[in-house]
T-cell receptor, first 115, second 113 residues
Framework: DGGITQSPKYLFRKEGQNVTLSCEQNLNHDAMYWYRQDPGQGLRLIYY???????QKGDIAEGYSVSREKKESFPLTVTSAQKNPTAFYLCASRVAYGTGYQPQHFGDGTRLSIL | GESVGLHLPTLSVQEGDNSIINCAYSNSASDYFIWYKQESGKGPQFIID?????DKRQGQRVTVLLNKTVKHLSLQIAATQPGDSAVYFC????????????FGKGTKLSVKP
């Protein structure tokens, strides 16, 4: 079945540590996105990538980094510079940049907590 | 489960009744709108979408209504079932060339058996 796989489901970070969240999709989608979700708030965009080897900052990119070396993969690193990393992280993908009226599809998230 | 439902507006309905979830969107230039359903501990699931050149669109047991004059979107769920209990988000697309979405804060739907 085609879909978006996020791993791990739960992740714990120590102070001063970088951690990387995995997102893989086999939908052959060009565009991929990372969101952060906090209780009682809507999804906030961290980074997005419309095509391999290119990505753009979203609304809350500080303290995060990404790479897009393969079409299927869009890993997110939460760096030690992110002082409040505890949140639910969601990865999404979409058919292609500029294709207009197509929804984003989501993985089942990674819950990041501080030890 | 995940605490995505904290401090959200809540709609409580009886099983079998119809549900109406409302959303006010922010930008009159938005041309595409999506409703998502999010169950506890899971990612948002696509329900239905609508373009700005339409007022109404129907799916299986769901209908989305768009009122561009007042920038309002609603999701109607017919014959609500316990499995419909979740947080529902609306999202607007500011420009089709980017596909980036702005999400509302969500409404928690609780279905009483």
């Amino acid at each position: 079945d085609g879909g978006i796989t996020q791993s791990p489901k739960y992740l714990f970070r120590k102070e001063g540590q970088n951690v990387t969240l995995s997102c893989e999709q086999n939908l052959n989608h060009d565009a991929m996105y990372w969101y952060r979700q906090d209780p009682g708030q809507g999804l906030r965009l961290i980074y997005y990538s419309q095509i391999v080897n290119d990505f753009q900052k979203g609304d809350i990119a500080e303290g995060y980094s990404v790479s897009r070396e393969k079409k299927e993969s869009f890993p997110l690193t939460v760096t030690s510079a992110q002082k409040n990393p505890t949140a639910f992280y969601l990865c999404a993908s979409r058919v292609a940049y500029g294709t207009g009226y197509q929804p984003q599809h989501f993985g089942d998230g990674t819950r990041l907590s501080i030890l | 489960g995940e605490s995505v439902g904290l401090h959200l507006p809540t709609l409580s309905v009886q099983e079998g009744d119809n549900s109406i979830i409302n959303c006010a969107y922010s930008n009159s230039a938005s041309d595409y709108f999506i409703w998502y359903k999010q169950e506890s501990g899971k990612g948002p699931q696509f329900i239905i979408d609508i373009r700005s050149n339409m007022d109404k669109r129907q799916g299986q047991r769901v209908t989305v209504l768009l009122n561009k004059t007042v920038k309002h979107l609603s999701l109607q769920i017919a014959a609500t079932q316990p499995g419909d209990s979740a947080v529902y988000f609306c999202a607007e697309n500011l420009g089709r060339s980017q596909g980036n979405l702005i999400f509302g804060k969500g409404t928690k739907l609780s279905v009483k058996p």
